[in-house]
C-alpha cells in the first residue's frame, strides 16, 4: 500500500512563502498523477495543482504564477512551492497520488476512489 505524509506547513504572514512536501512509502504504479488540493472549513475541497506521468502539471486559477509543483522521484517526494501566499490560501492542504488521469482530470476529481492515496493533510494559515 502506498503512504502519502505532508509537511512543511504552518503559520506565515500574507506575502510570504512555505514549501509542501509529500513524502511517499510503499509502491506506486508509474501511471499515477500527484496533486495538490485544499480544503477550508464549511468549503468544498478544490484541485490546487497536480503533474501527471507525462510531467504535464495543471493549476487552479487561483494559483498561478504564485504556487509550483514538482516532484524529486529519487526521494520519491512531490513539492507545493507557494509564494506571494494571501489570506484566502489558509485550509488543509492534501497531497494525492490519482490512478490513471491527466494533470487536469486531476484537479477535478471531487470523490475518493478505492485505487487512488491520498494523505491525511496538514494546515497551511495565512495572516494578514
Known amino acids: 500500500q502506498v503512504q502519502l505524509v505532508e509537511s512543511g506547513g504552518g503559520s506565515v504572514q500574507a506575502g510570504g512563502s512555505l514549501r509542501l512536501s509529500c513524502a511517499a512509502s510503499?509502491?506506486?504504479?508509474?501511471?499515477?498523477?500527484l496533486g495538490w488540493f485544499r480544503q477550508a472549513p464549511g468549503k468544498e475541497r478544490e484541485g490546487v495543482a497536480a503533474?501527471?506521468?507525462?510531467?504535464?502539471?495543471s493549476y487552479a486559477d487561483s494559483v498561478k504564477g504564485r504556487f509550483t509543483i514538482y516532484q524529486d522521484n529519487a526521494k520519491n517526494t512531490l513539492y507545493l512551492q507557494m509564494n506571494s501566499l494571501k489570506p484566502e490560501d489558509t485550509a488543509m492542504y492534501y497531497c494525492a497520488a490519482l490512478f490513471a488521469m491527466s494533470a487536469t482530470q486531476a484537479l477535478g476529481v471531487r470523490g475518493n476512489y478505492g485505487m487512488d492515496y491520498w494523505g491525511k493533510g496538514i494546515q497551511v494559515t495565512i495572516s494578514s
Open positions: 503533474i501527471d506521468s507525462d510531467g504535464s502539471t
Open positions: 510503499g509502491h506506486r504504479y508509474n501511471n499515477y498523477c
